[in-house]
């Protein structure tokens, strides 16, 4: 087995990709499940806005306890199994506020699990090796953004999407597998730097004080191009709307809502093959490259939606295309902007860094959504993945001109 993928990082991986298996069974349903009980644009992109600062919150401050412990797995394990349970019983009730909140305890289970999920796979190995470990586990992680999807297009191709109750059942199974999982999962010791419980969620905020020139410059433009990325639900949404007839092919209807389903998967195929070689591209060449290719294809992309947006024509192969370059966005930006941060701060700080960096960008999402479900309400879509593609040319710029290369300057000597 490679030096770099050790049975830690398999099992993660594992984990991960179970866990998204049975969300992303759910993500491009939970848009039309929406719609079908009466929620518009802009309740939607509160309900995603809210549901991610709250992720965001609860990531900086379980990242900064699992520091404190000295301990990742418990809080692995209690994040993935509040997923899991939240998950069916989202469907459970109609009414606004069971949805949100439990739309609200998932997310909340990603934050509690993910800081100390990311500081312990950046605890596994070296620097030199943290782009191929980010790469491979959002890698196998997308690969089950990929299986969840295809089922709930095989069920809607038989359903015709009247009912989606047992579709969020259904979840369960792959949600507490990836549970009983994570019990063969063995955490190394570290030191316990304190037992205290941290009481204020916004503590782990004064880390910015702390944190290096390099790591600060880096979150900022992250942060900034986050305040005009949006939910990837108005995407799905866009398609469903310029769709809205279907498509033909040979004989056979293609409805919208299967065809949200189907571009969906299209891109997690594309974001699943591209992460592991995006990862391997950034070790070997740096991040801050593939980081710039990052941002400039969700600029083509989200310039190429505000076009079809604008001409209102349902061009297939162009929004194929837009999708692929989504899908290749996602895989040079998301592991890889975790693995440079993550080598821009201490051992003994990455839980509460990576959690800090989770906190700022999932509160901008919070304004991203909203501010795009009130502009797609009394503007039209266009303007928002208008705003989307010229924030992403803009933050190019920035990180191309302010920030360093991981490569030429780190900021400890860390022992892996």
């Not at 309900?47 to 000295?70: C, P, Q």
């Amino acid at each position: 087995m490679k030096n770099w993928l050790s049975k830690t990082v398999l099992l993660l991986s594992i984990v991960s990709l179970l866990n998204d298996f049975a969300g992303e069974l759910l993500y491009p349903i939970l848009p039309l499940y929406l719609l079908s009980i009466g929620y518009g644009v802009i309740w939607i992109g509160l309900l995603e806005g809210i549901a991610e600062a709250v992720a965001g919150l609860t990531k900086a401050w379980f990242g900064e306890w699992s520091d404190n412990k000295g301990m990742r797995l418990p809080f692995i394990r209690i994040g993935y199994l509040l997923s899991a349970l939240s998950k069916p019983l989202l469907a459970l009730f109609a009414f606004a506020p069971w949805v949100i909140l439990m739309r609200t305890t998932d997310r909340i289970g990603k934050g509690v699990r993910s800081g100390a999920r990311d500081a312990m796979l950046a605890d596994e190995v070296g620097k030199e090796h943290r782009g191929k470990v980010f790469g491979f586990h959002r890698s196998m992680d997308t690969f089950g953004a990929v299986i969840g999807p295809s089922l709930a297009l095989i069920w809607l191709t038989f359903h015709k999407g009247e009912d989606f109750h047992s579709l969020f059942l259904f979840s369960l199974i792959p949600g507490l597998l990836c549970v009983l999982l994570l019990f063969f999962v063995k955490e190394k010791k570290r030191q316990v730097k304190s037992n205290k419980f941290p009481t204020n969620p916004f503590l782990s905020f004064t880390y910015w004080k702390k944190a290096s020139p390099d790591f600060r410059k880096l979150v900022i433009g992250i942060v900034g191009f986050t305040l005009f990325n949006s939910s990837d639900m108005f995407l799905l949404l866009l398609v469903k709307i310029i769709f809205s007839k279907g498509i033909i092919l040979g004989s056979y209807l293609i409805n919208s809502d299967m065809l949200v389903v189907a571009f969906y998967i299209f891109y997690n195929i594309v974001y699943s093959l591209v992460s592991f070689p995006a990862g391997i591209l950034a070790d070997k060449f740096g991040s801050k490259g593939m980081l710039l290719l990052g941002y400039a294809c969700f600029a083509l992309a989200y310039g190429g939606m505000a076009w079809v947006a604008f001409s209102n024509e349902p061009n297939l192969i162009f929004v194929i295309f837009c999708f692929v370059i989504y899908g290749v966005y996602s895989a040079c930006t998301d592991g890889i902007s975790k693995a440079w941060l993550s080598n821009l701060c201490a051992n003994e700080d990455k839980g509460i860094a990576l959690g800090l960096y989770a906190g700022l960008t999932s509160l901008a999402t919070l304004i991203a959504s909203v501010t795009a479900g009130v502009l797609w309400s009394f503007t039209g879509p266009a303007i928002v993945f208008l705003l989307g593609a010229t924030m992403a040319v803009i933050v190019f710029f920035y990180i191309n001109l302010v920030c360093k290369s991981p490569q030429t300057k780190f900021v400890t000597n860390e022992n892996n």
